[in-house]
Nanobody, 123 residues
């Protein structure tokens, strides 16, 4: 059973940076597209970024384009989300999620989920 674990969340001031990591146990991430999904209080889950299993395609929602970068390190079995120029509206619980091969903009299609990590952007 694939298990995902996020790390790297925390409290940061507006304009600051954080780097989230999604590690895996119980299997390799090589066959999975990985999405970063966030959920703010009172809002629905939103797939903000995704990377295909081969790393060849990356997707971003408009609100984070130019600020966030998703990447994967096959050797470390880890996917990253580098978040720069953070804004208050980025505050949310961030989950990494996996599904076979291809990305999706719909969180419901992802099969495996981490427990989430809190990102709070506040002065």
């Amino acid at each position: 059973q694939l298990q995902l674990v996020e790390s790297g969340g925390g409290l940061v001031q507006p304009g600051g940076s954080l780097s989230l990591s999604c590690g895996a146990s119980g299997g390799t991430l090589d066959f999975y597209a990985i999405g970063w999904v966030r959920q703010a209080p009172g809002k629905e889950r939103e797939v903000v970024s995704c990377i295909t299993s081969d790393g060849g395609v990356t997707n971003y929602v408009d609100s984070i384009k130019g600020r966030f970068t998703i990447s994967r390190d096959t050797a470390k079995n880890t996917v990253y989300l580098q978040m720069n120029n953070l804004k208050a509206e980025d505050t949310a619980v961030y989950y990494c999620a996996a599904q076979f091969y291809y990305c999706s903009a719909y969180s419901r299609v992802f099969h495996y989920w981490g427990q989430g990590t809190q990102v709070t952007v506040s002065s």
